[in-house]
């Protein structure tokens, strides 16, 4: 691992019992998951973190990706199956990192300062039922450290649905 890899991961260690106890600390959702999403924004300065929750759509759509708690700026509200790199992830069910947003096809821009994203689907039940999203304003922010805390995160998030 390099120094900035052993950093984050040091960093992500120490937030966990918060996170955990944010958890704990609150049995309602919003307020809950609310709190650790801006926990998690605030100490690793990302762009934009928030879920997205698979719902009934309208028009041709059976099922959406509806926005849903969010920390940053004004984002989409519904993105459709296998669209953007948060519709690719509830399609496979896999978390997805983009370290170039400009490069992924079909990448769909909330905000133009993004430039590398991950996204990690919350399971529940063996269905995708939302997906966790984070965004930075830096090129390749994101990579096996986050996605194994993330997925851990995800997992915290799913407990509670
Ligand atoms: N970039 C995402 C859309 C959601 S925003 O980043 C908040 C995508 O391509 O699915």
Redesign the pocket.
Known sequence: MTTAQTDKAGRYAALMPGLRELLRAESAFVPAVGNLLAALKEEMKWL?I?LYRVAPGNGNDREVLLLDLFQGPV??TR?GYG?????TSWASGETVVVPD?HAFPG?????TL?RS?I?IPVIRNNQVAMVL?V?SDQADAFDETDRRYLEEVATLISDRL
Not at 107 to 111: L, V
């Open positions: 934009w928030g984002a989409c993105i669209k953007g790199v948060c519709g947003v990448h769909i821009a909330c905000s993004s994203e996204v999203d965004d």
